[in-house]
């Protein structure tokens, strides 16, 4: 099952690679990673994407806490949570309709003679659909941001 698990972390040199080492360490994966300045300048913030049954992230957020750097952890999956993710998708010009980057809630971030960059912002479900949908379109290029997530509920990652 996939988990979105969230962290504050010192804003620190080393405290990202000792949270990515704990995940290699243990065998565990990490399918996407997001860290971001707070707007306490002396925290990051990350998200990231994992893998596992209820067993293994709890074993993920019991061994995430223990880290020095680290001064909380949630579990975005416990409850409601609200997912997004940017997709940018470059194309050549003449190889993709108009009217399906509209029907797909695409926006086009840039367009010139010869490209079109086109954003897309949605789950990870959802922006997996709109990849298959533009598959035969030939995108020349794909960038995803991975997953980000916040609680819908007074769960707050906040100290």
């Given at each position: 099952m996939k988990r979105t698990v969230a962290l504050l972390m010192e804003n620190q040199p080393g405290a990202l690679s000792r949270v990515v080492g704990l995940f290699s360490q243990r065998g565990y994966n990490i399918e996407s990673l997001i860290v971001a300045a707070t707007e306490d300048s002396s925290l990051s913030r990350l998200t990231m994407t994992t893998t596992g049954d209820q067993k293994v992230i709890e074993q993920i957020t019991k061994q995430l806490n223990k880290l020095i750097d680290v001064v909380k952890v949630l579990d975005l999956g416990e409850s409601d949570y609200v997912e997004r993710e940017l997709l940018l998708v470059k194309f050549l010009h003449e190889s993709v309709n108009k009217e399906v980057i509209k029907e797909l809630n695409g926006e086009i971030v840039f367009e010139n003679n010869e490209l079109l960059n086109i954003q897309f912002v949605g789950t990870s479900k959802e922006l997996d659909q709109v990849?298959?949908?533009?598959?035969?379109?030939?995108?020349?290029?794909?960038?995803r941001t991975g997953a980000s997530g916040i609680s819908s509920n007074l769960k707050?990652?906040?100290i």
């Amino acid at each position: 099952m996939k988990r979105t698990v969230a962290l504050l972390m010192e804003n620190q040199p080393g405290a990202l690679s000792r949270v990515v080492g704990l995940f290699s360490q243990r065998g565990y994966n990490i399918e996407s990673l997001i860290v971001a300045a707070t707007e306490d300048s002396s925290l990051s913030r990350l998200t990231m994407t994992t893998t596992g049954d209820q067993k293994v992230i709890e074993q993920i957020t019991k061994q995430l806490n223990k880290l020095i750097d680290v001064v909380k952890v949630l579990d975005l999956g416990e409850s409601d949570y609200v997912e997004r993710e940017l997709l940018l998708v470059k194309f050549l010009h003449e190889s993709v309709n108009k009217e399906v980057i509209k029907e797909l809630n695409g926006e086009i971030v840039f367009e010139n003679n010869e490209l079109l960059n086109i954003q897309f912002v949605g789950t990870s479900k959802e922006l997996d659909q709109v990849l298959k949908d533009l598959e035969s379109s030939n995108p020349l290029e794909i960038v995803r941001t991975g997953a980000s997530g916040i609680s819908s509920n007074l769960k707050t990652l906040t100290i």
